[in-house]
Antibody
Framework: EVQLVQSGAEVKKPGESLKISCKGY????????IGWVRQMPGKGLEWVGV????????RYSPSFQGQVTISVDKSISTAYLQLNTLKASDSAVYFC????????????????WGQGTMVTVSS | QSALTQPASVSGSPGQSITISCTGT?????????VSWYQQHPGKAPKLIIY???ERPSGVSSRFSGSRSGNTASLTISGLEAGDEADYYC??????????FGGGTKLTV
């Protein structure tokens, strides 16, 4: 079954760092982009950035450039989102996303979503 | 890169039709016309319901349709059902493999 499985909820203190993971269970994991989306409590969706596992080409939303690092380990079909110097405002649910086919890839549409990782930053 | 503009809320009665607008700029919707729509129920991951402005993924009801005019995309839901009550987000390509989302619209049925 094609799916994305993310790491579990995290509680961190301000100033700490965090790396959350997204494991893909599909042969297409390394074929298409893997993206990350943030959703702050009670708020809308925000595009964080995307990585192409084939060559690790990474693009960030200007709002997140320098604030996060996206990486991938092709050998274990896992993408990562690293959050540095955490602040309370980083508290959110983070989703990984990927298209399941070339049609969605070409349309920059994502039909596969991870279950979300809730990050809580509190002193 | 500003978020796309959506109405905060819309409402309709069962069986009626509603339309949600999504206004962007000439840098996103106006140039690339690569718009998708997502439906999100509380506590769930979003679900893709429209891509390429007007295409429906397999399994998505034909009651959902999308369109575009200039810098504005629209999502229409016909024959409203109770299960359509959710948050809806538009999303547009803004170049350089960057996407921008709308602020979201809460649909009440």
């Amino acid at each position: 079954e094609v799916q994305l499985v993310q790491s579990g909820a995290e509680v961190k203190k301000p100033g700490e760092s965090l790396k959350i993971s997204c494991k893909g269970y599909a042969q297409t994991f390394t074929t298409y982009w893997i993206g990350w989306v943030r959703q702050m409590p009670g708020k809308g969706l925000e595009w964080v950035g995307v990585i192409y596992p084939g060559d690790s080409d990474t693009r960030y939303s200007p709002s997140f450039q320098g604030q996060v690092t996206i990486s991938v380990d092709k050998s274990i079909s896992t993408a990562y989102l690293q959050l540095n110097t955490l602040k309370a405002s980083d508290s959110a649910v983070y989703f990984c996303v990927t298209p399941s086919s070339g049609t969605y890839f070409a349309a920059m549409a994502f039909d596969l979503w991870g279950q979300g990782t809730m990050v809580t930053v509190s002193s | 890169q500003s978020a796309l503009t959506q109405p905060a809320s819309v409402s309709g009665s069962p069986g009626q039709s509603i339309t949600i607008s999504c206004t962007g700029t000439s840098s996103d919707i106006g140039t690339y016309n690569v718009v998708s729509w997502y439906q999100q129920h509380p506590g769930k991951a979003p679900k893709l319901i429209i891509y390429e402005g007007s295409e429906r993924p397999s399994g998505v009801s034909s009651r959902f349709s999308g369109s575009r005019s200039g810098n504005t995309a629209s999502l229409t839901i016909s024959g409203l059902e109770a299960g359509d009550e959710a948050d809806y987000y538009c999303c547009a390509y803004a170049g350089s493999y960057t996407l921008v989302f709308g602020g979201g619209t809460k649909l009440t049925v």
